[in-house]
Nanobody
């Protein structure tokens, strides 16, 4: 069974940066779309970024505004999310997800209900 383990979260001040990592058991990285999601206090889970199997196509939630970059290293079975210029509204639990049910449209790869496998999450807290 595929397992995902996130790390790299923490507490930073506004304007700071963090790099999240998601280590995946098995050969999942590079085989299909993978994604990052987040869920803030009292909010629904939302898509942050997704990347295809080849790493050539990416999609981002509109709120990222060029501040976040998703990438992957198939040799290390690891998915990354580089975040810069963080804002207090970025405070959330961040999750990586794998094994999407459908990938035809952007809606699919950034929708949480589309993914089978989830990590436990890593907390990101941004103070003003």
């Amino acid at each position: 069974q595929v397992q995902l383990q996130e790390s790299g979260g923490g507490s930073v001040q506004a304007g700071g940066s963090l790099r999240l990592s998601c280590v995946v058991s098995g050969d999942t990285v590079g085989r299909d779309w993978m994604a990052w999601f987040r869920q803030g206090p009292g909010k629904e889970r939302e898509g942050v970024a997704a990347i295809d199997s080849g790493g050539e196509n990416t999609h981002y939630g509109s709120f990222t505004r060029g501040r976040f970059t998703i990438s992957q290293d198939s040799a290390k079975n690891t998915l990354y999310l580089q975040m810069i210029d963080l804002e207090p509204d970025d405070t959330a639990m961040y999750y990586c997800a794998a094994e999407p049910r459908a990938t035809q449209f952007v809606f699919h790869v950034l929708h949480p209900s589309n993914y089978h496998r989830w990590g436990q999450g890593t907390q990101v807290t941004v103070s003003s």
